[in-house]
């Protein structure tokens, strides 16, 4: 399978625990974003790396998110100290090229439940 | 501000009856128009997409979009629906805005086929 991987799909946890989120995206894709979804919304962007440059972040990425791209290949998202109101989908995209053209390509995505 | 409007969260519709899903964008810059599609249990997928040309354009699996820049709407239809296409469909526009941060998505509508 050579798409966007996502792990874990689901991740139950505990308020204040940490949790991280882990993407595979298509290997020659330079470009590779992180997006949120919650019940009843389309996604929302959260983050994106060009290569291992991580050059834009949203508003709605908190202090308690951290995103990185080391090697410029698989993503990680962490989000410390959960709260109920990160319960989403999380969300991996990739492309390639110099930029955005709005052509993604998504993985099935990681689904937290914070209780 | 960018927005997209989909103005119906829900749509049922009888198998082999057409169907419409309504999507308008507020802007008063060029944009790319595109329709993403989510099936039960998988990723977001790229349906299609407007960038240019022709006005009209068609998916491989029958569902086509319209481009009304009068209007400022990108409607998809398909004249006989399948069993199929039972899933989410996401309205979403780009604006020719720079940086990774300028793909906006709808709220998505939930196509429904009944056998």
């Known amino acids: 399978d050579t798409g966007v991987s996502q792990n874990p799909r689901h991740k139950i946890t505990k308020r204040g625990q940490n949790v991280t989120f882990r993407c595979d995206p298509i290997?020659?894709?330079?470009?590779l974003y992180w997006y949120r979804q919650t019940l009843g919304q389309g996604p929302e962007f959260l983050t994106y790396?060009?290569?291992?440059?991580?050059?834009?972040k949203s508003r709605l990425l908190s202090d308690r998110f951290s995103a990185e791209r080391p090697k410029g290949s698989f993503s990680t998202l962490e989000i410390q100290r959960t709260e109920q109101g990160d319960s989403a989908m999380y969300l991996c995209?990739?492309?390639?090229?110099?930029?955005?053209?709005?052509?993604?390509?998504f993985g099935e995505g990681s689904r937290l439940t914070v209780l | 501000a960018q927005s997209v409007t989909q103005l119906d969260s829900q749509v049922p519709v009888f198998e082999e009856a057409p169907v419409e899903l309504r999507c308008n964008y507020s802007?008063?810059?060029?944009?790319?128009l595109f329709w993403y599609v989510q099936y039960p249990n998988q990723g977001l997928q790229l349906l299609l997409k407007y960038l240019s040309g022709s006005t009209l354009v068609e998916s491989i699996n029958g569902f086509e979009a319209e481009f009304n820049k009068s209007q400022t709407s990108f409607h998809l239809r398909k004249p006989s629906v399948h069993i199929s296409d039972t899933a989410e469909y996401f309205c979403?526009?780009?604006?020719?805005?720079?940086?990774?941060?300028?793909?906006?998505f709808g709220t998505g509508t939930r196509l429904t086929v009944i056998p």
């Open positions: 979403a526009v780009i604006t020719s805005k720079s940086g990774a941060n300028n793909l906006f």
């Open positions: 802007s008063s810059v060029s944009v790319y």
């Open positions: 290997s020659e894709h330079n470009r």
């Open positions: 790396f060009q290569n291992e440059a991580q050059l834009e």
């Open positions: 995209a990739s492309n390639a090229g110099q930029t955005n053209t709005g052509e993604l390509f």
